[in-house]
């Protein structure tokens, strides 16, 4: 009996679940798992590798899909975070500014409320 008729449905892929690992373990060792995936998805099998920060800073297909944006931050300089994860079809580009630091706006905010001059114009 070869293998597609040892492992036609479910019930004998399950009762078989140790061995089946094992012929996976054996075949997947030693490749790249980036290949790995790039090949199984090819022949049409739906797969992902797990990738680490840098390998998803330089992968292609999130690369396309502007997964990534550049921001400028005081003290730490340009660098790349993640985007909105979804796209609206008619809506605007999501705004890409960044985040205020902490207390960056203060004086702005308290100012407006009081009506008073900035502390820095007082001086």
């Known amino acids: 009996m070869d293998w597609q008729e040892r492992f036609a449905d479910l019930p004998a892929r399950c009762e078989s679940i140790d061995e089946i690992d094992a012929a996976i373990d054996s075949w997947t060792a030693g490749q790249n798992h980036i290949d790995l995936m790039n090949a199984l998805q090819h022949c049409?099998?739906?797969?992902g590798a797990v990738m680490n920060g840098p390998q998803l800073l330089a992968?292609?297909?999130?690369?396309?899909?502007?997964a990534f944006l550049e921001q400028d931050r005081p003290g730490l300089g340009v660098k790349r975070y993640?985007?909105?994860p979804f796209r609206l079809r008619n809506a605007p580009a999501s705004p890409v500014a960044r985040a205020p630091l902490l207390?960056?706006?203060t004086e702005e905010?308290?100012?407006?409320?009081v009506g008073t001059a900035p502390l820095a114009a007082r001086r």
């Open 44 to 47: 049409g099998v739906s797969a």
């Open 59 to 66: 992968d292609p297909h999130l690369s396309a899909r502007d």
């Open 82 to 84: 993640p985007n909105q």
């Open 103 to 105: 207390g960056e706006h």
């Open 109 to 113: 905010v308290l100012t407006a409320l």
